[in-house]
């Protein structure tokens, strides 16, 4: 049963996070889309950096 109850609670953590990420979201779409395309761009040139230095 404490396994279980573990769960439960680990679940609704876990709901009530994505809830909150997805009201932040619709707060400030713009904010967030401004901040994951560096972030993306950074991902993109790092393995290009890591092949020249090899």
Do not use: G, N, Q, V
């Amino acid at each position: 049963p404490t396994i279980f109850s573990r769960l439960e609670k680990t679940k609704a953590k876990i709901a009530e996070a994505e809830k909150a990420a997805e009201d932040a979201a619709a707060e400030a779409p713009a904010e967030d889309a401004a901040a994951e395309a560096p972030a993306e761009d950074a991902a993109a040139e790092a393995p290009a950096e890591e092949e020249k230095t090899e």
